[in-house]
């Protein structure tokens, strides 16, 4: 019996309907289509995944499924390495193209890529990539992606035909046969306690966002607590592909001149391309997953301490704005990007820790995206020999960004009676106080775990003494050649020296 010819979309880090490439060109082919995802157990057990990861994806999936159930079809899911599930259907199915998004991940899902490629082409099956957002894969040269980037920004979503389907059923016994044991219940389950997964809440988010949470974007970004309404908390929906960089970018800039607070949306805007920016460097030199981006930093030993982690991860360090932090993010996936590089410095600098003993981080951020994680983890730790080397006081940020204990209070019920003009370093309240406002420092709260100040002398002569080494200078010209727009440094370079 010949087999039947089919097109297959493979989702992955692409859940939307609206401007999906590879879903828009399968639907202009005259052959049936049919629409895949895997949970890949590889993927699932890998050091950086987390069950609300995968929870966010299969509730992406299910809104998509509830759409397609109006036109009596599924995106068929399967619990399967994506490998066995397409040896599968090769078996019954004459598959002529596979259509996707090039997909910017770790290392295990790159491996597995490589190898689905070799096997496409063992069963002459075509497949065909597609960018996604502004990153753009085998990128000879940094030159002119910006423009690269701005042109992609603008171009015309691929919006979708969504009466013009031919779509190919899979039979139920064959699907039975394929799609593996049910998820466990702790992914199909809803927590309240993060922000639900699905392009409806993508448009949700950025729709409230710019008609009227923006304004106070630039002036609320670096508070714990005013961040959680301020920022766009797009960053789940973008990691995951509920909507697009583009469709972003462009309503931004349909209400941009309307807007009362053009500044904010500026800033906004700004990060939008600072996103796809690191994504692009981490794609450019993905062994910065695994190794330091400037190789010279690999004589810098740091003597691992599990009591330091392990206080760090469970938010008892002692020093209330890091454990607050840390224990947020436990519970809600989210820390805004300021909180984010303080409890990275004082892992890395405070503690002396090495960055590779992060992974703990990308499993707590919802928002995990490999490509900004990595490279951000190495500019946050100075060992890029590049970046300004930013050391953070955690108790100037407390002050600073939380003032009145609102976040600290919230995460650290042991504190919760002290008055915020002593909570931010409790370690030096009296005897009397303590027992006054309830909290015996050392017993209800710990002392904390390092001297703040010690550690952060130690770290910076520590660091800053490897930044005038020869090598870490070689290598810091190597990276900027590599990773930054050479042409628009040089201009730089020559407009200091005209302006002098």
């Known amino acids: 019996m010949d087999k039947i010819d089919i097109n297959i979309v493979w989702f992955k880090r692409d859940l939307r309907f609206t401007d999906h490439e590879p879903l828009y060109t399968a639907q202009q082919q005259e052959i049936p289509l049919l629409l895949i995802y895997c949970f890949e157990p590889s993927l699932i057990a890998y050091d950086d995944s987390d069950v609300r990861h995968w929870r966010f994806v299969y509730e992406s999936l299910q809104e998509m499924q509830e759409k397609l159930k109006k036109i009596n079809t599924q995106i068929y899911i399967f619990h399967n390495e994506a490998q066995i599930v397409f040896t599968k259907l090769a078996e019954r199915f004459n ?31 075509n497949w065909k990539e597609y960018q996604t957002n502004g990153v753009i894969r085998r990128l000879k040269s940094r030159n002119n992606w910006d423009e690269r980037w701005q042109q992609k920004m603008t171009e015309f979503p691929k919006l979708v035909n969504e009466e013009n389907w031919d779509f190919c059923k899979l039979e139920e016994t064959i699907y039975n046969s394929i799609k593996g044991e049910n998820l466990p219940n702790e992914i199909t389950t809803r927590n309240k ?24 974007y630039s002036k609320h970004i670096s508070k714990p607590s005013l961040s959680r309404k301020g920022c766009s908390r797009l ?31 500026s800033n906004f805007i700004s990060r939008l391309h600072w996103h796809c920016h690191f994504i692009q460097k981490f794609e450019d030199e993905c062994r910065m997953e695994f190794e330091n981006v400037n190789r010279a930093y690999d004589n810098l030993i740091k003597p691992k301490n599990k009591t330091y982690i392990k206080a760090w991860q469970e938010g008892k360090t002692g020093v209330p704005l890091i454990d607050a932090c840390m224990r947020c993010l436990i519970q809600t996936g989210y820390i805004n990007f300021r909180m984010r590089a303080m409890v990275v ?4 600098f405070n503690l002396w820790q090495d960055w590779r003993e992060l992974h ?5 951020f919802l928002d995990y995206e490999p490509g900004i994680h990595y490279p951000q983890l190495q500019m946050q730790s100075g060992v890029t020999g590049i970046n300004t080397i930013r050391i953070y006081n955690p108790i100037k940020n407390s002050e600073d960004h939380d003032t009145e204990a609102v976040f600290i209070k919230q995460w650290i019920p042991e504190l919760v009676k002290i008055p915020a003009h002593l909570i931010h370093d409790p370690w030096k309240l009296s005897l009397m106080d303590q027992q006054l406002y309830e909290c015996e420092i050392g017993k209800d709260y710990p002392y904390p775990i390092v001297d703040i100040e010690e550690t952060r002398k130690y770290a910076s002569e520590k660091v800053w003494q490897y930044r005038k080494n020869d090598d870490v200078k070689t290598e810091g010209q190597r990276i900027l050649n590599k990773h930054v727009n050479s042409e628009r440094a040089r201009m730089k370079k020559a407009n200091k020296k005209t302006t002098k």
Do not use: C
């Open 95 to 125: 598959i002529k193209t596979v259509f996707s998004h090039q997909e910017i991940g770790n290392k295990i899902s790159f491996e597995r890529d490589i190898a689905i490629s070799k096997f496409f082409k063992e069963k002459n099956i």
């Open 193 to 216: 306690n993060f922000q639900q997964g699905g392009e409806y809440w993508a448009w949700r988010y950025m729709e409230s966002f710019i008609k009227e949470r923006y304004v106070n």
């Open 235 to 265: 960053s789940p929906y973008l990691a995951y592909g509920n909507i697009s960089m583009r469709m972003v970018y462009q309503y931004t800039m349909q209400h941009y001149e309307k807007s009362t607070n053009k500044r904010a949306l």
């Open 360 to 364: 703990f981080l990308a499993r707590q």
């Open 345 to 348: 410095s004082f892992f890395v």
